[in-house]
């Protein structure tokens, strides 16, 4: 990417509508012939097959469009005969109310060629990045717009000549109407926006493309992390007391949401949460749980996030390289970046949500009906004990302690008491190999030693 000179120019020039009050019309009676003979050599202009650009293997092939013109419509085809004649009637209609803006992008020798296919630009050309920079410009509906350009090589520098006017009423006002866009001047944030859009397109395949792979692939590795069904869910690995009360806590205050909100859904989308009382809470319970999740450095999670970060720096840089080569102050359109940050933490926070749902569902079932004949596990163990301090907010250590040894000791209630020492003991030694450690340490809690 060349910084001596811009990559891209970027000139513009505009009609206003036949009607605006700023055309003055009564001082020339053949301004609207001259206007509308003005669209007939604009079209037959950008139409001009003499002055195409032409990739290398179409040259060396000899192939040529045969019965299709040197002009690519909004739909991304060549336009034939037949459509050039029905462009040229329908902007001659658009011309009465809407203005009919020109524009040319000019491109340093051999850039194009260097970094993609003729007819694979022309395609990112009109279906991305034209329907953006219209969006851009404060156009709402793209259906309501018409645009059509060439790519020519009739001087020294390779250039695009593009044109677009409304269909209808179609730009958002200040007030929030739809309406005719009056200004006709692009302005300078329009102009760079458009110049750092093309040649994002122009450099796609060699610089843009690869980082987005990158990236991607990175964000799709964190997300299994967080995804119930891949092994390495890692909110079902959860093994802290303290995190387990957090989700037993949210999962509560969040079917306490639905139920107040009435919702039958099965998933819950944490974007939809509302920001009242309860909701506040919910979302402050969910980033405490991901804050949590991502705390420990020489964690796995803690590398692959990082390397998302790294991944998105790097492409906030490439932006900015773009706007440096085409001598804009203008950074261009990062809102990939802001997207992909949104998508992933989104991705974990309603992987947060739903996993604290079902383990609140889940473990009130447990509470309410266990029976004798249930086989205990550490996780039965820890989940209980999670489960009766979120209820009663125990915090102290030793008011851990002794609460579930209350409750599964002393306890009247079949539903909360251990069926017995034995039963437990025995449930211990049959936990798996990779619990065994775990097992040792949780049973310190009972004094097994002392009591024999």
Known sequence: ?????PNVIYRSKFCLSLDSKDNYIKDDLNYKNKRLKDVD?????????????VGMFEYYMGHTR????????????????????????????????????????SFNKDYINENIDIPKLEKIISKEVMPKFLKYCGFKDIKNMSYVFSIHNNTEHPHIHFAFIEKKPNFITKC?????????????KEQAYLKNMVTLAIEREKYYTPMIIKTNEDIDYLKSYF????????????NDIYIEEYILKLGELVKQYRNLNNQK?????????????LGKE????TKEIRKYLFNDEHSLLFKCRKDINDDLEKLNNYFNIISKNNHTDFISDNSIIKKKEDYIDNYIYNSIVNHALYKYNHISMIVKNKSSSNSITIDDLIQEIAYQNSKNNIYNDKERRKKVLDNYFKNIDINF?????YKLEKALKNINYEMEKASQEFSKLFNYEDKR
């Open 1 to 5: 990417m060349s910084n001596k000179s």
């Open 41 to 53: 050599n604009m079209i037959d202009y950008f139409s001009n097959e003499k002055k195409s650009v």
């Open 66 to 105: 045969g019965e299709h013109c040197n002009l690519v419509m909004d739909n991304g085809e060549y336009a034939t005969k037949d459509d050039i004649k029905r462009i040229k009637n329908n902007y001659k209609k658009y011309i009465e109310h809407s203005n009919l803006w020109k524009g040319i992008l």
């Open 176 to 188: 929030n109407k739809i309406n005719y866009r009056k200004t006709g001047k692009i302005s300078k």
């Open 227 to 238: 995804n119930p069904s891949d092994k390495l869910f890692i909110l079902k690995n959860i």
């Open 265 to 277: 859904s099965k998933k819950v989308k944490y974007n939809s949460i509302k920001d009242n009382e």
């Open 282 to 285: 919910i979302k402050y319970l």
């Open 417 to 421: 008491k251990f069926p017995s020492k």
